[in-house]
């Protein structure tokens, strides 16, 4: 019966042992962390080992380095493994094994006690009790992890009354060493952040101007903290270390091997990867080639575990706070920050108006990777905290801005509700006279002054703000003056105000009833006169703004400048200059009549008369002598056909528009043109507006219209449009093909170069040859039967007459004339 308890009871635990570290070394291969509920050992009546486990919950490395100091190998712990084994069959197989029965289990209530805190949210394991600057304990620090496994007691059953009370008496004496090591290992957890540690933390915090805007950076570990550090948690682990002797298990070599033993320390950290040049990330921490970690470069990382690896330390890295864990990364390849005082934190607090254009962050000391929307793009002003922690010297809070969650650096954030900002562009009048609340400077000031002296001005809004449920409005004195303060909307009529834009013409004054201001819309107070002061000065206007529905110009009488309502001008015309005596020059041909109309009847494009009913036909010989002897053709229209019409009569573009080319198809308000024309080529713009209507059938002809050709001259739907306003080139037999070909080749691709280019050819093609006059460009007495314009007879006379009645309704009469005689 001895020997039976002697040799089963050791082999029990041994196999326990044996089990627990099989189960930790594999718990290390893939969590990297060793965790134990519970003791259980069952003996059942055929003496067969049920279960044997030991864990313990966030055990540290240190604890086993210290009980392994030796270099034993793997094939040393095999043997004494495979021995024990082997004593172990040897008595179960006895048939005259006593029925032994032993279990250890853990009661309800004890198992209670071992519950992790952690489960209750999803915090990162933080320094607990850290004290903040002024001294104050944390009340929201986290239980702390002490109370876990504490008062864990083992019972024992059914043991053979014989050994019962020699075996009870070891295994409580085993029970109190292990209980005795997991109150160490609960210290330990507990000790994660030292004192030095907190210390060194409260330090770099006592600088209250320290906040985002600081470079955590500065806040970086040194290798000399990262040392001292260990150092203190290696002093902690010997403090636990495993007694020599071990119930029964003294004699036997139970040390693991030292290379499948790695001290997991839990830490806790913000990092940034130092730069591109690093080994990358290790997973798992014992593999020898690194994976590429250039994807969270320029980001913040989380640490929560370091260890050691062949003399080197790594670092678990997490994204995100909470976030997965990617790897082990090299302390070298690292910057690291303290990140403590982690905990939950139910406050409302409000952004500050002057960082709106800051980000929320997906972590906290987050770079422009980890940015999830500018504050003021969160539609909201108010933050719902509900987390917090330290970064360095930095504070953050987690919560919600309107719909988007994230971090926030503390100083960009207050207690007090902040006003909402936003753009507004109003003119405004105070209606009530003394009956307002004043001006207000800032916003949120509840004081405010006499707004008085503004009740006879109108101010201009450049900005709104919501706060405390109502709305103001920033005013200013003036378009461009200074800010004033902040009244109430409710306190104020408005307009709409336009922009400010560049405006240049010339007024008279249509009203003096009116007045001019410093300021459009102006009072009282900015009256600089009246409008009966300069009645007879025309007024500049350099720019425009509209308030309401009205248009105001600000320009100048003379050096007086100021702000007009349109109401009070009308558009300034300026006189044109006194028309002189018309001057008539005759020249005489030293050929006769009857040779030049002989000439022309011999021709072999004869001249035409237009049918009555349409059509063309020959002309007669007395009709075309009637149109070519000139010594009847004087008064009226006959007049107009010998004017020069190399002499522009210096019209204003208005005149022209508002007296000839009003209605006028494409010709309408083209005024400019023909003026530009007149002045570049040196010609007579009547004359060429009255060219361009004919030819044009008052600007409705297709050719001037214009006619759409390919790059060949052929007309396409998907062609440049080319324009011919004279008719130049459109030859009888195919008019508009003919005309719209020699625009295309003239690059006539507007309206306004077909006007100004065709001026250009009649200058050179008529005037330069001494063909200044209808008369002349129709017959070319000086050399007849060439260079004539038309073959119509009546062409001369015809422009001739429209001629006379365009300068009628100018009223003005022509200047210069050339009349020719045989």
Same mark, same amino acid.
């Given at each position: 019966?001895?020997?039976?308890?002697r040799?089963?009871?050791?082999?029990?635990?041994?196999?326990?042992?044996?089990?627990?570290?099989?189960?930790?070394?594999?718990?290390?291969?893939?969590?990297e962390?060793i965790s134990?509920?519970e003791?259980e050992?069952?003996?059942?009546?055929?003496?067969?080992?049920?279960?044997?486990?030991?864990?313990?919950?966030?055990?540290?490395?240190?604890?086993?380095?210290?009980?392994d100091d030796?270099?034993?190998?793997?094939?040393v712990s095999?043997?004494?493994?495979?021995?024990?084994?082997?004593?172990?069959e040897?008595?179960?197989?006895d048939?005259?094994?006593?029925?032994?029965?032993e279990?250890?289990?853990?009661?309800?209530?004890?198992?209670?006690?071992?519950?992790?805190i952690?489960?209750?949210?999803?915090?990162?394991?933080?320094?607990?009790?850290?004290?903040?600057?002024?001294?104050q304990?944390?009340?929201?620090?986290?239980?702390?992890?002490?109370?876990?496994?504490?008062?864990?007691?083992?019972?024992h059953?059914?043991l053979?009354?014989?050994?019962?009370?020699? %075996?009870?008496?070891k295994?409580i004496?085993?029970?109190?060493k292990?209980? %005795?090591?997991?109150t160490?290992?609960?210290?330990?957890?507990?000790?994660?952040?030292?004192d030095?540690d907190?210390?060194?933390?409260?330090?770099?915090?006592?600088?209250?101007?320290?906040f985002?805007?600081?470079? *955590?950076?500065n806040?970086?570990?040194?290798d000399e903290?990262?040392?001292?550090n260990?150092?203190?948690?290696?002093?902690e682990a010997?403090s636990?270390?495993?007694?020599?002797?071990?119930?029964?298990?003294?004699?036997m070599?139970?040390?693991?091997?030292?290379?499948?033993? !790695?001290?997991?320390?839990?830490?806790?950290?913000?990092?940034r990867?130092?730069?591109?040049?690093?080994?990358?990330?290790?997973?798992?921490?014992?593999?020898?080639?690194?994976k590429n970690?250039?994807? &969270?470069?320029?980001?913040?990382? &989380?640490?929560?575990?370091?260890?050691?690896?062949?003399g080197?330390?790594y670092?678990?890295?997490?994204?995100?706070?909470?976030?997965?864990?990617?790897?082990?990364?090299?302390?070298?390849?690292?910057?690291?920050?303290?990140?403590?005082?982690?905990?939950?934190?139910n406050?409302?607090?409000?952004?500050?108006?002057? %960082?709106?254009?800051?980000?929320?962050?997906?972590?906290?000391?987050?770079?422009?990777?980890?940015?999830?929307?500018? +504050?003021k793009?969160?539609?909201?002003?108010?933050?719902?905290?509900?987390?917090?922690?330290?970064v360095?010297?930095?504070?953050y809070?987690?919560?919600t801005?309107?719909?988007?969650?994230?971090w926030?650096t503390?100083?960009?954030?207050?207690?007090?509700a902040?006003?909402?900002?936003?753009?507004?562009?109003?003119?405004a009048?105070?209606?009530?006279?003394?009956?307002?609340?004043?001006?207000?400077?800032?916003? @949120?000031? #509840?004081?405010?002054v006499?707004?008085n002296?503004?009740?006879?001005?109108?101010?201009?809004i450049?900005?709104q703000?919501?706060?405390?449920?109502?709305?103001?409005?920033?005013?200013?004195?003036?378009?461009?003056?200074?800010?004033q303060?902040?009244?109430?909307?409710?306190?104020?009529?408005?307009?709409?105000?336009g922009?400010?834009?560049?405006?240049?013409?010339?007024?008279?004054?249509?009203?003096?009833?009116?007045?001019?201001?410093t300021?459009?819309?102006?009072?009282?107070?900015?009256?600089?006169?009246?409008?009966?002061n300069?009645k007879?000065?025309? &007024?500049?206007?350099?720019?425009?703004?509209?308030?309401?529905? @009205?248009?105001?110009?600000?320009g100048?009488?003379?050096?007086?400048?100021?702000?007009? =309502?349109?109401?009070?001008?009308?558009?300034?015309?300026?006189?044109?200059?006194?028309?002189?005596?018309?001057?008539?020059?005759?020249?005489k041909? #030293?050929?006769?009549?009857?040779?030049?109309?002989?000439?022309?009847?011999?021709? =072999?494009?004869?001249?035409?008369?237009? *049918?009555?009913?349409?059509g063309?036909?020959?002309?007669?010989?007395?009709? *075309?002598?009637?149109?070519?002897?000139?010594? %009847?053709?004087?008064?009226g229209?006959?007049?107009?056909?010998f +004017?020069n019409?190399?002499?522009?009569?210096?019209?204003?573009?208005?005149?022209?528009? =508002?007296?000839?080319?009003?209605?006028k198809g494409?010709?309408?308000? !083209?005024?400019s043109? &023909?003026?530009?024309?007149? !002045?570049?080529?040196s010609?007579?713009? *009547?004359?060429?507006?009255?060219?361009?209507?004919?030819?044009t059938?008052?600007?409705? =002809?297709q050719l001037?219209?214009?006619?759409?050709?390919?790059?060949?001259?052929?007309?396409?739907?998907?062609?440049?449009?080319y324009?011919?306003?004279?008719?130049?080139?459109?030859v009888?037999?195919?008019?508009l093909?003919?005309?719209?070909?020699?625009?295309?080749?003239?690059g006539?691709?507007?309206?306004?170069?077909?006007?100004?280019?065709?001026?250009g050819?009649v200058?050179?093609?008529?005037f330069?040859?001494?063909?200044?006059?209808?008369?002349s460009?129709?017959?070319?007495?000086?050399?007849?039967?060439?260079?004539?314009?038309?073959?119509?007879? #009546?062409?001369?006379?015809?422009?001739?007459?429209?001629?006379?009645?365009?300068?009628?309704?100018?009223g003005?009469?022509?200047?210069?004339f050339?009349?020719?005689?045989f």
């Open positions: 019966m001895k020997y039976k308890n040799l089963i009871i050791p082999t029990l635990i041994t196999t326990s042992l044996l089990t627990s570290s099989l189960v930790a070394n594999a718990d290390e291969m893939t969590d962390s134990t509920d003791i050992v069952t003996v059942n009546e055929n003496d067969e080992t049920r279960n044997g486990s030991v864990n313990v919950e966030e055990m540290p490395s240190d604890a086993t380095d210290a009980i030796s270099d034993s190998t793997d094939a095999q043997e004494a493994v495979h021995d024990e084994m082997a004593i172990h040897e008595t179960v197989d048939s005259n094994t006593e029925e032994i029965t279990s250890n289990t853990i009661t309800d209530t004890e198992e209670n006690n071992t519950e992790d952690s489960q209750n949210d999803n915090l990162p394991e933080t320094t607990n009790n850290v004290t903040d600057k002024a001294g304990d944390d009340d929201f620090a986290e239980n702390d992890t002490s109370k876990k496994l504490t008062n864990e007691k083992v019972k059953e059914s053979d009354e014989v050994s019962k009370q020699a %075996h009870d008496a295994l004496s085993d029970e109190q292990i209980e %005795h090591i997991s160490d290992s609960d210290h330990y957890e507990d000790s994660t952040f030292h030095t907190e210390q060194d933390n409260q330090e770099v915090a006592t600088d209250s101007t320290i985002e805007d600081t470079d *955590v950076s806040e970086t570990i040194t903290d990262l040392t001292s260990q150092a203190d948690h290696e002093s010997r636990f270390s495993a007694p020599e002797n071990i119930s029964t298990f003294s004699t070599n139970l040390k693991p091997e030292a290379n499948n033993v !790695r001290e997991v320390k839990s830490v806790n950290y913000a990092t990867i130092k730069d591109e040049n690093n080994s990358g990330l290790y997973s798992p921490v014992t593999n020898n080639n690194g970690a250039e994807r &969270f470069l320029n980001q913040t990382l &989380f640490i929560s575990e370091s260890t050691k690896v062949n080197s330390t670092y678990k890295i997490l994204k995100g706070v909470d976030g997965p864990m990617q790897g082990w990364m090299k302390q070298n390849d690292l910057d690291l920050y303290n990140i403590f005082n982690h905990r939950k934190h406050e409302t607090l409000y952004v500050n108006s002057n %960082h709106k254009n800051d980000y929320l962050l997906a972590d906290p000391y987050g770079t422009s990777k980890q940015h999830v929307k500018k +504050l793009d969160t539609g909201s002003s108010t933050f719902n905290a509900t987390e917090t922690l330290k360095g010297a930095v504070t809070y987690y919560g801005l309107g719909d988007s969650e994230g926030i503390e100083s960009r954030l207050t207690k007090q902040q006003p909402k900002y936003s753009d507004a562009r109003f003119a009048r105070i209606p009530n006279g003394n009956n307002n609340s004043g001006i207000y400077s800032p916003v @949120t000031s #509840n004081n405010s006499s707004a002296r503004f009740n006879n001005s109108t101010l201009f450049t900005e703000a919501d706060y405390d449920g109502t709305t103001y409005y920033k005013i200013h004195n003036g378009l461009d003056g200074a800010m303060g902040w009244m109430k909307k409710n306190d104020l009529q408005i307009f709409g105000l922009k400010v834009r560049n405006h240049s013409g010339s007024y008279t004054v249509k009203h003096d009833d009116f007045d001019l201001y300021d459009p819309y102006g009072n009282l107070s900015q009256r600089i006169g009246s409008l009966k300069y007879n000065t025309p &007024f500049k206007a350099e720019k425009s703004i509209k308030i309401g529905a @009205t248009t105001h110009y600000y100048s009488f003379g050096n007086q400048k100021g702000w007009i =309502s349109n109401a009070a001008l009308t558009k300034y015309t300026a006189p044109e200059p006194p028309v002189s005596s018309p001057k008539v020059q005759t020249v041909y #030293n050929r006769s009549l009857n040779n030049v109309l002989n000439t022309q009847m011999s021709l =072999s494009t004869k001249p035409q008369a237009w *049918v009555n009913g349409g063309w036909r020959n002309a007669t010989r007395s009709e *075309v002598r009637h149109f070519l002897d000139t010594s %009847h053709q004087k008064g229209a006959w007049d107009y056909t +004017l019409l190399d002499q522009r009569q210096g019209i204003s573009s208005s005149v022209l528009n =508002s007296n000839l080319l009003n209605n494409i010709l309408t308000n !083209r005024g043109a &023909f003026s530009q024309a007149a !002045r570049q080529h010609i007579n713009e *009547v004359y060429l507006i009255s060219h361009a209507i004919l030819e059938g008052h600007g409705s =002809s001037a219209q214009g006619v759409k050709l390919d790059r060949n001259g052929n007309r396409s739907n998907n062609g440049t449009t324009y011919n306003m004279y008719g130049i080139g459109a009888d037999h195919n008019a093909l003919g005309g719209a070909r020699y625009a295309q080749r003239m006539w691709d507007t309206p306004e170069k077909a006007i100004i280019g065709g001026a050819f200058s050179s093609n008529y330069a040859r001494g063909q200044n006059t209808l008369y460009m129709r017959w070319n007495p000086g050399n007849p039967g060439t260079y004539q314009y038309a073959t119509d007879v #009546n062409w001369a006379y015809a422009t001739g007459r429209n001629l006379k009645n365009y300068y009628d309704q100018l003005i009469k022509g200047q210069y050339t009349r020719h005689t």
